[in-house]
């Protein structure tokens, strides 16, 4: 495991240690009340109108979480299928392990009288704080050093996943849509500097977004709704209608999908409802399924799209030289894993006929001494033929003169042979 991941890991499991040992603290306290009765409102009662928002919201958390980029990421670079099962089963049992110490303090904070607690203000906590009824909990029921040590601990978890998010988004953004969509050919400086500034404009997207939102709970619902509405089709296209979809697809279901959110309106960042579908309502605003239906109508859109432009690429009522993302023909990236693929042909093939030439020159030097050491070499009639030998050499002298020959041969055809298997290997 990479050293960013056991980091990110350990002080994530580290933000459990104190919550847990903070529960006999703050169940204890004096200034806790019985947790029962008589309070009977644990349970809500859900009416007829909020079906619809339950419902949507229910598939909203269910499917928007599958497609979170931290997760996924995780789970495609496991080594092999098991991992990757077992880590979603595990983080599954660890997600409800951490949810229990945030849910107990909740049910204890509904029956403290935190003005006993040292809480400048009413006993049951302002409206503008009961959002923050974990840390206030922490602090103000828990020993100073415990409560210090539960909040550094709190602090570094949620750094660690901001800059895990950030890293993950940003790679995201650079490898998926710059680089494989619109500079296929960019250098590797390219995409890191895209990479880097892909960082900062996210980071600073984040920082305002933060910055403009009273709830931490707001914030994630709305990512897990713009997850569910824009990335899931997206998901679910790539792994059960792979062979129906394309670059023109994808991208145009993103955008109508990202136009119709828009359009339904969002009040945490202030976005007005443009289009009222059914059951809208003045105070409650939408109460139709909304994102349920702006992700069906980006799917829908997807593969209708991704099916017309193939049929106008195959059927020729489009040109290939209008295939700008190379969904119908050969790929820049693929071109240039094939031409690195023959290079090493090309190179064998050059070192084969370099041993010939090589092996050519050295029988041709052998020939023109044969021919100067031979008495009365002064004609083509006398000239002896190329694998003569003079006979005026002793048997010696024969046998010196016939080894660089057969040298230089020897050395060629090893040369050729080493070049012709070591083209098979790279094959």
Request: aromatic share 10%; glycine share 6%; hydrophobic share 45%.
């Amino acid at each position: 495991m990479p050293e960013g991941k056991r980091v990110r890991t350990f002080f994530k499991a580290l933000r459990s240690t104190p919550q847990w040992a903070a529960v006999p603290y703050f169940w204890k306290h004096s200034a806790v009340g019985k947790i029962g009765a008589p309070h009977h409102d644990w349970i809500g009662k859900i009416e007829a109108i909020d079906v619809s928002q339950i419902l949507d919201l229910g598939l909203m958390t269910v499917f928007g979480g599958i497609p979170w980029q931290v997760y996924f990421q995780r789970v495609l670079g496991a080594q092999d299928p098991f991992t990757a099962k077992m880590l979603s089963y595990v983080s599954a049992f660890g997600c409800l392990f951490l949810a229990v110490p945030p849910a107990i303090a909740g049910a204890v904070a509904k029956t403290t009288n935190f003005t006993d607690a040292g809480y400048p203000g009413p006993f049951n906590l302002d409206v503008d704080d009961r959002g923050k009824v974990l840390p206030l909990v922490m602090h103000y029921l828990t020993p100073s050093y415990l409560s210090t040590l539960g909040l550094i601990a709190i602090t570094a978890a949620i750094m660690s996943s901001v800059d895990s998010s950030m890293l993950s988004a940003s790679s995201l953004v650079t490898r998926n849509i710059y680089h494989s969509i619109f500079r296929p050919a960019a250098t590797d400086l390219q995409v890191s500097m895209v990479l880097r500034l892909m960082v900062v404009v996210i980071g600073a997207a984040a920082t305002f977004m933060a910055l403009s939102v009273q709830s931490v709970f707001s914030l994630w619902t709305l990512s897990s709704d713009l997850v569910y509405v824009l990335l899931f089709p997206q998901f679910v296209a790539l792994f059960y209608f792979e062979n129906l979809t394309n670059a023109y697809g994808s991208f145009v279901g993103f955008v109508i999908g990202f136009i119709l959110r828009g359009l339904c309106g969002e009040p945490l960042i202030h976005v007005p409802v443009t289009v009222q579908l059914p059951l809208y309502d003045n105070t409650r605003g939408q109460q139709f399924p909304f994102r349920t239906v702006c992700m069906v109508i980006s799917l829908a859109t997807m593969l209708g799209v991704s099916v017309l432009a193939k049929t106008l690429f195959a059927t020729g009522a489009l040109s290939t030289s209008m295939d700008v993302w190379h969904c119908f023909g050969p790929h820049p990236e693929d071109e240039g894993s094939k031409k690195a693929a023959d290079r090493p042909s090309s190179d064998a093939k050059m070192t084969t006929e370099t041993a010939t030439s090589h092996t050519t020159r050295a029988g041709e030097t052998l020939r023109k001494r044969s021919v100067a050491q031979a008495p009365g070499a002064t004609s083509s009639q006398n000239r002896p033929p190329k694998d003569a030998v003079s006979p005026n050499l002793s048997q010696t002298d024969k046998t010196v003169q016939k080894a660089p020959r057969k040298k230089a041969t020897k050395k060629a055809s090893k040369e050729a042979q080493d070049a012709t298997e070591t083209t098979r290997n790279k094959k």
